[in-house]
């Protein structure tokens, strides 16, 4: 038998108020990172050492600029997630676990905006 | 205090990790979030890069030879086994969402396979990375 309430499992958010939804992004971008990762791997690889003019020669392709720019949203997006979780299960002072959190979302934030600044910046500029 | 609730009163926490014997599958588990937390720092090591190469010659110059000091191939050979790993492992976490492999023989074999796909990746990673190639470095 379930104690929950009729309203609480047709709005189906559990404790949290977030219902599935941390779960559902996290596995959203581990599948769309696994094969941008497999493509970054192997592009990066071939532009070990290279010259910085390879580098505008690779971005030069609209393809590699939109990949790289996906590729950035979705390792920052996972990667705040599965910080937050883990934030979540080992500190347990309140304030250091908010403060935390939040420093984590807006480094992801700056982070991820300057990755996709200089991806744009060399396909435009060179 | 004694005006706390119950709940907030420091009661021991179960399970105590340290009575049990490490295993296969629960030294991957700690490993997956260990790689994470690395990806996360390391991540920030190629934005650094691409920020550099987006900055100026002279800059980009200055990052590209940190990358090929000692320190710098220390840090990208980490890195690449922590990003080959939680990749491997991310794979396996995917299938046992989808309900697949979490009987322990199977859940052991994707484990150990897991730890040799990273394994090989980055020593071929390296291989290749290190090799001279035609242009200078």
């Not at chain 1, 290279?50 to 590699?64: D, G, M, Y």
């Not at chain 1, 990755?115 to 500029?125: C, D, E, N, Q, W």
């Not at chain 2, 021991?12 to 009575?19: G, I």
């Not at chain 2, 320190?71 to 980490?78: D, F, N, T, W």
Request: with cysteine; charged share 10%.
């Amino acid at each position: 038998m379930s104690f929950r309430t009729p309203l609480g499992r047709v709005r189906g958010l559990g404790s949290a108020k977030d219902g599935t939804h941390h779960w559902w992004a996290q596995r959203l971008t581990a599948i769309a990172l696994v094969p941008l990762t497999v493509w970054f791997a192997v592009s990066i690889l071939m532009l070990a050492g290279a010259e910085r003019a390879a580098i505008s020669e690779w971005l030069a392709n609209p393809v590699t600029v939109g990949l790289l720019v996906m590729l950035i949203v979705a390792t920052f997006h996972h990667g705040q997630l599965g910080l937050q979780v883990v934030i979540e299960d080992y500190v347990h002072t309140e304030a250091w676990k908010i403060g935390l959190i939040v420093f984590v979302k807006f480094a992801a934030l700056l982070f991820g905006g300057i990755g996709i600044v200089s991806v744009l910046k060399l396909a435009f500029a060179g | 205090m004694a005006s706390d609730p119950p709940a907030r009163r420091d009661r021991p926490l179960s399970p105590h990790l340290q009575v049990y014997k490490p295993q296969w599958t629960s030294v991957l588990s700690i490993l997956h979030r260990i790689t994470g937390v690395a990806l996360a720092a390391g991540t920030v090591l190629l934005v650094w890069w691409l920020a550099a190469a987006a900055s100026s010659a002279e800059y980009f110059a200055f990052v590209q030879g940190f990358m090929a000091s000692g320190l710098g191939i220390v840090l990208l050979i980490g890195w690449a086994f922590a990003l080959y790993y939680h990749l491997c492992n991310g794979i396996r976490h995917l299938f046992w969402d989808a309900g697949i492999g979490l009987e322990l023989g199977p859940a052991r074999m994707s484990g150990l396979l897991v730890v040799a796909a990273a394994a090989a990746l980055t020593v071929l990673s390296a291989v290749i990375a290190l090799t001279p190639q035609g242009s200078p470095a």
